[in-house]
T-cell receptor
């Protein structure tokens, strides 16, 4: 069964550094998402992406965050200058249709630790 | 504010028993609901979904019930197995002005005892 894959599984970075989290969505999916989960808390929406542009973003997704689909298979999340509070699990997801018409399929996440 | 939340943070059941995990939502405009299972160290895994024009949907060993009158959602797992141990999240898609924002509840930990 096709899967969403994320790399790396664990990223450690120093405060103020830039990080790029990588995702390969399921190949025939058209909608892409990033969510995050701070330890012990619920999964929170960050951003949705369709047709090479952001379709919706949350208050968390400020100017320090950006997303990109650099080619036909990868979908990346960049954090320009990491803060301690960015430490979390970051999940990429994709869906074949609008999220109101099909469930999202999630990867296993990247654990980001900011020191 | 509006939110999706779960009644019980931890549910312990005996192997072979049926499990019922509950979820309350407050946004009557939500029209699509999904249950996800999250095992330790993994991402949320889709279990079953239901639209607001339905009140019941069955899958393999799982049933989702939707009661729009009281804004309540439940997940029933038949003959619970050790592999069912995980955190279960309900999630909703709100009918906002656009986009696909999936809002998760806080999660219920299901523990299956042998």
């Amino acid at each position: 069964e096709p899967e969403v894959t994320q790399t790396p599984s664990h990223q450690v970075t120093q405060m103020g550094q830039e990080v790029i989290l990588r995702c390969v969505p399921i190949s025939n999916h058209l909608y892409f998402y990033w969510y995050r989960q701070i330890l012990g808390q619920k999964v929170e929406f960050l951003v949705s992406f369709y047709n090479n542009e952001i379709s919706e973003k949350s208050e968390i997704f400020d100017d320090q965050f950006s997303v990109e689909r650099p080619d036909g298979s990868n979908f990346t999340l960049k954090i320009r200058s990491t803060k301690l509070e960015d430490s979390a699990m970051y999940f990429c997801a994709s869906s074949p249709r609008d999220g109101r018409n099909s469930p999202l399929h999630f990867g296993n996440g990247t654990r980001l630790t900011v020191t | 504010g509006e939110s999706v939340g779960l009644h019980l943070p931890t549910l312990s059941v005996q192997e072979g028993d049926n499990s019922i995990i509950n979820c309350a939502y407050s946004n009557s405009a939500s029209d699509y609901f999904i249950w996800y299972k999250q095992e330790s160290g993994k991402g949320p895994q889709f279990i079953i979904d239901i639209r607001s024009n339905m009140d019941k949907r069955q899958g393999q060993r799982v049933t989702v019930l939707l009661n729009k009158t009281v804004k309540h959602l439940s997940l029933q797992i038949a003959a619970t197995q050790p592999g069912d141990s995980a955190v279960y999240f309900c999630a909703e898609i709100r009918r906002t002005g656009g986009g696909n924002k999936l809002t998760f509840g806080t999660g219920t930990q299901l523990k299956v005892e042998l």
